[in-house]
């Protein structure tokens, strides 16, 4: 199911009122309704995947279990490694086999071994790469014993497919998420406006930014080779919003939601594209994602607290790792190395925590050297966009050295579907200049609209509310599937 | 909790308030389809593909047979004879008797563009408004609106009107449109080379489109008198259609005999004007429409 879908709207109404009409009185039966829905939200797309989501969370509560009684250090390590490769391995198989299938027949053929080994036809389920990550910390911070592993398998099952953020995030820690579940959740309306707010503000970056972009973005990388180098740069631009929207847009709709159902996820997207340097931008962008590699992979590999030869190493496992992570293909792990080489600079001179606190703190304009520093970093992520976009690593190449060509210098414009007219889509770029505006002005929130319309008269947030859904349904794009849901 | 649920509802009564009063701005200029989804039940009807659509005119036959009648023809995509078409006109059929129906066909109407000519599940009518507009007689059709226009919702709103008006009485209007010699021969060359170059390699005939079109006579048989035609076209279209199905009265031959009459009028082809080769104009239209409606009137079944 959709967030942007009829479905959902229906869907959503429905859980609620159970939830707190009907469920209320019972934490165990509110927690079984979140299973219940969860599952029915997860079955309207595949009921077969089911089991898998069923499969991972009996294993790991399970072994979550044993490894709170067991004392024996190398029964433990068994226990961990079971829950790793358990995991690792449904996601391993399910995303990456045709891709390791297909690298190992082009390795032989190089060195002259023809090898026939059919690929399988995988239909990569939902969301899988990201309820992986959410269960395998619960069983690595028990195996650290920095959790108490739960008696509870509603509340367990509830932790593992909580319908909000079950198929693209935010990737959930059992230590932040799990005790939600263990108590009974109260109606705070204030909360529940919050959250109807941010749903708002999600689906405005989802439908209106990121579907519109969409259009564009994929009409112009799909034809890179009939484009100048001008309009490569729009296209680049426009994949640049539209993932931003889609994404976060998403993590917004599923926060709201949560807290209509008396949650807290924590904040997933921090105004990325307002960052003065790479390493800002990546505690900025899916922070859910790069906190999770941050403690389960980079600190375990020593962090940057070896020499210069570890820093460098640790730093390119975790982009290459995090870029692999998004998908079976090398212009991801190309993407990767790409932040990692951005990155390492301001790490091996220690300058990669310069940019802690919100840029332009209190002030409506940010300096002139603020404005370079943004702008340098978002020509950097715009670049390695390019590499995330493109089909293959040879595509993003060839699209890299169109843009490096005099007509970098033309007018840019699109061919119109259908009609075949050269435009510039004019009404889009204004919407991307409004939202950025917006999120200019809320960027002191934990979304773009959170404070700033609160400061608003009653009648002035209605109208404003009002004009948003409208606005919403009048400029949405062409319906997307989030992006997301393909990693 | 209350007062939540209390806003919650007013703000979407407001809101959707707002947006049904921007659908009920949807008219004939929306798009090329969206009219016929928002007229009731019909009792006479003509079918078709585009030609019908923008050649047939309904209100030159009610002046002639005193009876009403709908356009309910849309395009060689959206309404090639098959499943999709066939259901749709049950739904826009009122099921009452006394019905006439005028059915254009077209080698291009009985075959497909796909690999498997006879696979329903390759018909890119799949995909179209037809299959995607259960309900048919709604006005303002949220249905149709949410499902076809997507991400053109503004253009409700700030409508752009462009040459072409669709009627309420389904006919596709035509206008402002250059019909100098050279304009017309220069669209005439463009649509020619699509024909020949792009849709006539891909084109095949396809026995279950065919059978749809029988099926589709049988079940309108039911309720009236049922009609066949054959538009006139471009005399290089023409040529074009005889290398797709040389033979096309002969195929067709099992409906010709199930209806109520056949009139090819494809012999007079030069003697009308055409926007692109492959429409009539609006005023050849007309005339063509006139013809139709007298042959049928005179019950001058067999020319």
């Known amino acids: 199911m959709l967030f942007n879908s009829i479905d959902f709207a229906i869907f959503l109404p429905i859980v609620f009122l159970l939830y707190w009409f009907v469920a209320n009185k019972n934490l165990k039966l509110q927690n079984f309704l979140i299973v219940a829905a969860s599952y029915l939200f997860y079955g309207w797309w595949d009921w077969r995947f089911l089991s898998l989501i069923l499969f991972s969370t009996v294993i790991d509560y399970n072994i979550g279990r044993k490894l709170r009684i067991e004392e024996n250090q190398t029964n433990r390590i068994i226990l961990l490694w079971t829950s790793i490769l358990v995991n690792l391995g449904f996601l391993g198989f399910f995303k990456y086999y045709n891709f390791f299938l297909d690298n190992f027949i082009t390795a032989f053929s190089f060195f002259g071994t023809e090898i026939k080994v059919n690929s399988l036809n995988i239909i990569l389920p939902v969301g899988i790469s990201f309820y992986t990550f959410q269960t395998l910390s619960y069983t690595i911070d028990i195996y650290k014993r920095k959790l108490e592993p739960t008696k509870d398998f509603i509340s367990f099952s509830a932790f593992v497919s909580f319908f909000p953020q079950l198929v693209a995030g935010p990737i959930e820690r059992a230590t932040h998420l799990l005790p939600q579940f263990y108590i009974k959740r109260t109606f705070v309306y204030s909360k529940a406006v919050d959250g109807m707010r941010q749903i708002l503000w999600g689906l405005f970056k989802k439908i209106v930014i990121a579907d519109n972009c969409a259009e564009y973005a994929n009409l112009i990388f799909n034809n890179s080779t009939d484009y100048s180098g001008s309009t490569l740069v729009i296209g680049a631009i426009f994949f640049t919003f539209q993932i931003y929207g889609d994404f976060s847009g998403y993590s917004d709709i599923a926060i709201g939601t949560t807290r209509l159902f008396g949650f807290d996820l924590k904040q997933n997207f921090n105004f990325p594209y307002f960052s003065r340097d790479i390493a800002e931008f990546w505690r900025r962008w899916h922070i859910s994602l790069s906190t999770w590699f941050r403690d389960y992979l980079y600190i375990p590999l020593g962090g940057s607290r070896g020499g210069t030869l570890m820093k460098v190493r640790n730093t390119f496992i975790i982009f290459i790792v995090s870029g692999f992570w998004h998908g079976a293909n090398w212009s991801f792990v190309v993407w990767g190395t790409l932040n990692a080489i951005y990155f390492l600079p301001l790490l091996l001179t220690n300058k990669n925590r310069n940019h802690i606190d919100i840029v332009a703190k209190g002030k409506l304009l940010p300096s002139f050297k603020e404005l370079l520093l943004m702008l340098l970093t978002f020509i950097l992520i715009v670049f390695a966009w390019i590499f995330f976009r493109a089909e293959n690593i040879g595509h993003a190449f060839s699209y890299i050295s169109s843009i490096i060509s005099p007509s970098l210098l033309s007018t840019p414009y699109i061919i119109e579907a259908g009609t075949g007219r050269p435009i510039l889509p004019k009404t889009i770029l204004l919407l991307i200049g409004i939202f950025v505006f917006i999120e200019w002005l809320g960027r002191d929130g934990q979304y773009a609209i959170e404070k700033f319309v609160l400061k608003w008269p009653k009648y002035l947030r209605w109208t404003f509310y009002c004009l948003m859904v409208v606005g919403i349904f009048l400029y949405s794009g062409q319906k997307q599937d989030f992006i997301y849901f393909q990693f | ?303």
């Open chain 2, 1 to 303: 909790m209350k007062r939540f649920i209390f806003k919650t509802v007013l703000i979407s009564i407001i809101t959707l308030s707002l947006i049904l009063v921007i659908m009920s701005r949807a008219d004939g200029h929306t798009d090329a389809f969206y009219i016929r989804f928002t007229t009731p039940k019909q009792q006479s009807m003509i079918l078709g593909t585009s030609r019908a659509a923008q050649g047939l005119q309904p209100t030159v036959f009610e002046q002639i047979l005193k009876k009403d009648i709908n356009n309910f023809s849309f395009t060689v995509s959206h309404s090639p004879f098959g499943k999709v078409y066939f259901e749709s006109i049950k739904r826009k059929h009122n099921k009452k008797a006394g019905g006439l129906f005028i059915i254009s066909v077209d080698p291009w109407s009985i075959s497909s563009q796909c690999s498997l000519p006879n696979n329903l599940s390759q018909f890119r009518e799949n995909q179209f408004c037809l299959n995607k507009t259960k309900i048919v007689n709604l006005n303002p059709n949220f249905f149709y609106i949410f499902s076809n226009l997507s991400g053109k919702y503004k253009n409700l709103l700030f409508q752009r009107h462009t040459n072409m008006f669709l009627h309420k009485n389904g006919w596709l209007e035509i206008s402002n449109i250059k019909m100098d010699s050279n304009s017309v021969a220069a669209r005439v060359k463009r649509k020619l080379e699509t024909y020949r170059n792009t849709n006539l390699p891909k084109t095949k005939f396809s026995s279950t489109r065919l059978q749809y079109l029988i099926k589709t006579i049988n079940y309108l048989k039911e309720y009236g008198d049922v009609y066949l035609v054959r538009l006139p076209i471009h005399e290089n279209m023409m040529e074009i259609e005889k290398d797709l199905m040389i033979d096309f009265d002969l195929m067709i031959n099992e409906a010709i005999k199930l209806s109520d009459g056949y009139l090819d009028m494809t012999p007079q082809n030069s003697l009308y004007n055409y926007t692109d080769g492959n429409h009539l104009h609006k005023y050849s239209g007309k005339k063509v429409s006139k013809i139709i409606a007298k042959w049928i009137l005179d019950n001058n079944k067999f020319i």
